[in-house]
């Protein structure tokens, strides 16, 4: 099974992150549920391409 570890921020100050890890199955849906916090209702994905 092929796994890479996905860098993802969770703040727009690119300080705070968390490294998920992430399979050709894995879905944006698992990423984004995995950074959650419990309770928190209110949460998107959103692509950072070279700093912008």
């Known amino acids: 099974l092929f796994q890479m570890i996905?860098?993802?921020f969770?703040?727009?100050?690119?300080?705070?992150l968390t490294e998920v890890p992430i399979t050709p199955e894995t879905t944006c849906r698992d990423v984004v549920e995995f950074?959650?916090?419990?309770g928190?209702?209110?949460?998107?994905l959103a692509e950072v391409w070279r700093g912008n």
């Open 6 to 8: 996905l860098t993802v």
């Open 10 to 16: 969770l703040s727009n100050n690119e300080q705070i």
């Open 35 to 38: 950074c959650k916090e419990p």
């Open 40 to 44: 928190e209702g209110s949460c998107h």
